[in-house]
């Protein structure tokens, strides 16, 4: 049974450039959750997907934004990327606010320059 | 808002010892969970322990067992017999009850390591 599978594992941009990241659920998952990652921090929310909407949204300007397909796959988008945009980016699956937690993706590690 | 503090950002301990990361939380709701999560170099988290606020008995997996104090916010999370396969990031994590409120807020997490 696969798990979450993110494509790319690594991402090196430039800035001002536009980025798409990419997730596949876990089998039988419907949510989808976007973290962002920054070196030596814990996870920040970023947004979720339900039923292809968004659903929830952290702190994270309009230059974060994302979809959800109807096979419950998901992207992230980045525009006019700044360097403090370089971090890891996790995503998340589960079936609807799952009370048993997350599981997670290994991540997509970008970096801008 | 929530907020999840890990006070310790680096531990060590001798395998097949016992360890204890510390992990506390600020919320005005009654009802929530929380989590342990493990981030090893692979980088992906992997779930280790979870607990519901409203249940009082302290969650156990295996060799990984909580401490949780609902009126303290506190949640700590005890490995026992450590092996060097526990060598990874700690990550606290806060959930609201809610379906609606579904993101997790992480702590900045505890490097642990494990020394043979």
């Known amino acids: 049974d696969a798990g979450v599978t993110q494509s790319p594992t690594h991402l090196i941009k430039t800035r001002g450039q536009q980025v798409t990241l990419r997730c596949s659920p876990k089998?039988?998952?419907?949510?989808v959750s976007w973290y962002q990652q920054a070196l030596g921090q814990g996870p920040q929310f970023i947004f979720q997907?339900?039923?292809?909407?968004?659903?929830q949204r952290g702190n994270f300007p309009d230059r974060f934004s994302g979809h959800q397909f109807p096979n419950y796959s998901s992207e992230l988008n980045v525009n006019a990327l700044l360097l403090g945009d370089s971090a890891l980016y996790l995503c998340?699956?589960?079936?609807?606010?799952?009370?048993?937690?997350?599981?997670f993706g290994s991540g997509t590690r970008l970096t801008v320059v | 808002a929530q907020t999840v503090t890990q006070s310790q950002p680096e531990m060590s301990v001798q395998e097949a010892e016992t360890v204890t990361l510390s992990c506390t939380y600020d919320?005005?709701?009654?009802?929530?969970?929380l989590f342990w999560y493990k981030q090893p170099p692979s980088r992906q988290m992997i779930l280790v322990i979870r607990?519901?606020?409203?249940?009082?008995q302290n969650a156990t997996e295996n060799r990984f067992s909580v401490n949780f104090q609902k009126a303290a916010k506190s949640f700590s999370l005890k490995i026992s017999d450590s092996q060097l396969g526990d060598t990874a990031m700690y990550f606290c994590?806060?959930?609201?009850?809610?379906?609606?409120?579904?993101?997790?807020?992480f702590g900045k997490g505890t490097k642990l390591s494990v020394k043979p």
């Open positions: 998340a699956s589960s079936i609807g606010g799952s009370r048993y937690g997350y599981t």
């Open positions: 997907y339900y039923e292809e909407e968004e659903r």
């Open positions: 607990q519901e606020a409203y249940k009082q």
């Open positions: 089998s039988g998952h419907d949510t």
């Open positions: 994590a806060f959930k609201n009850y809610g379906g609606s409120q579904g993101n997790l807020i």
């Open positions: 919320t005005s709701e009654n009802n929530y969970y």
